[in-house]
């Protein structure tokens, strides 16, 4: 039986929420993101990416790229909204899909041919999605991943393009290197200093020859180019989550003891995150008292994997929820409702200094182990969980790594 893979991308998600709250940002250069020249754009409309503005970038720089753009702070939680709404459109059309980010979904709609049309019913769930939620998505459709997403790509904005099977390796043959996925600044360079501009020059090449120039990396790019790659999809469950718990030796009701604990398990929950490249859309901290008896409380929060954004709530979960008149036996941390996506969602309160320094400090932790460097707040958990000071009673440090 034929594949037949949809990918669905809503068009600049963060500008097109914005767009729909105020009309007036309509057909205007928009840029969403930190709004100190310190920030860094989240997110930018179709109307300033001629001159070369993209997302990451200093909003600075943007400014002085594009005078006249309307610079917007965002709000993390309405674009949360919209996305759950197109999420639920899709979970009752669809039997099977991935949400691969916020605004970003796969769907095998495989067999949907013998009686209905792919093409068609794909077409119908765009339709009801721009109808219900007012926003404008595009979609690509064909036998795998990977050229469906790169279909979408050409389909923006607002827009559907169908590869039909056969013609994938036709159809990727003159675009850019750079449309693969995979192919970042680094490999892109790498692939130009040889002189290969077009995914049709990749085509011609020996698999052999891409992988001595990138490695293992060579010989994914060498399959997405030819159309073959055909990675599985994942199928999306809500309530997937990543948790953490401490049972201390002794029942405890000393306060700074009991928040350092918090504190480290949430930064370390939104570091697992940032890792798997996660976000979380619920937290919820859990208390066991001596008497046994166990508590928790939860909240939604905007999609995030951010340290800023996820230890304040559970530390005030925490405080919501604790008796400080008993003992306390266990305290545990929970983040769940995740979906795939990187730190973008998280740039409109940040500025180029704390991307930095998550960056640095992630870096330090894949290396080092994971509680090689904590925040001050967080130093006097010296286990959280099953995770074990890699130092060996060593003192964690902050901002700084043991030298080699």
């Known amino acids: 039986m034929e594949k037949n893979i949809l990918h669905l991308d809503l068009d600049t998600f963060f500008v097109s929420c914005e767009r729909l709250i105020d009309s007036r940002l309509k057909n205007r250069p928009l840029l969403v993101g930190g709004t100190g020249d310190r920030g860094v754009v ?240 619920t937290i919820s901290v859990k208390i066991r008292y001596s008497d046994f008896n166990t508590y928790s409380k939860q909240m939604k929060i905007p999609y995030s994997s951010a340290d800023h954004v996820i230890i304040p709530k559970v530390l005030e979960l925490f405080e919501r929820l604790y008796n400080r008149r008993l003992l306390i036996r266990l305290v545990g941390v929970k983040v769940n409702g995740l979906v795939s996506g990187n730190y973008q969602i998280n740039l409109f309160d940040d500025t180029e200094e704390m991307l930095s320094l998550y960056n640095a400090m992630d870096r330090i932790r894949g290396r080092y182990g994971e509680l090689s460097i904590m925040r001050a707040a967080s130093m006097g958990a010296k286990t959280i969980g099953r995770f074990q000071n890699p130092f060996n009673g060593e003192p964690p440090v902050l901002l700084a790594h043991r030298k080699q």
């Not at 720089?61 to 759950?84: D, M, Q």
């Open 42 to 281: 989240a997110a930018c409309s179709y109307e300033t990416r001629v001159f070369g503005i993209h997302s990451g970038m200093s909003m600075k720089v943007a400014r002085r790229l594009c005078p006249e753009a309307v610079v917007i702070k965002g709000n993390s939680g309405i674009y949360s909204k919209y996305s759950h709404l197109v999420t639920d459109i899709i979970r009752d059309k669809v039997p099977l899909f991935e949400k691969a980010s916020v605004d970003e979904f796969y769907a095998d709609l495989t067999g949907m041919d013998t009686f209905y049309g792919s093409y068609k019913y794909a077409s119908e769930i765009r339709q009801k999605i721009i109808k219900e939620c007012g926003l404008p998505i595009s979609f690509g459709m064909s036998v795998n991943k990977i050229v469906s997403k790169v279909a979408t790509g050409e389909a923006k904005p607002n827009n559907q393009l169908k590869i039909d099977k056969g013609f994938e390796k036709a159809f990727l043959a003159p675009l850019s290197i750079r449309k693969i996925p995979s192919v970042g600044v680094k490999t892109y360079q790498i692939l130009r200093n040889l002189g290969v501009d077009k995914v049709g020059v990749i085509q011609q090449m020996p698999l052999e020859m891409l992988v001595s120039a990138l490695g293992v990396n060579g010989r994914t790019i060498w399959k997405r180019a030819q159309g073959i790659d055909n990675p599985p999809l994942i199928p999306f469950y809500e309530r997937k989550s990543l948790s953490t718990e401490r049972t201390f030796s002794k029942d405890t009701i000393d306060i700074k003891k009991l928040r350092t604990t918090i504190f480290a398990m949430a930064e370390n929950l939104a570091f697992q995150l940032r890792r798997g490249d996660k976000l979380a859309s």
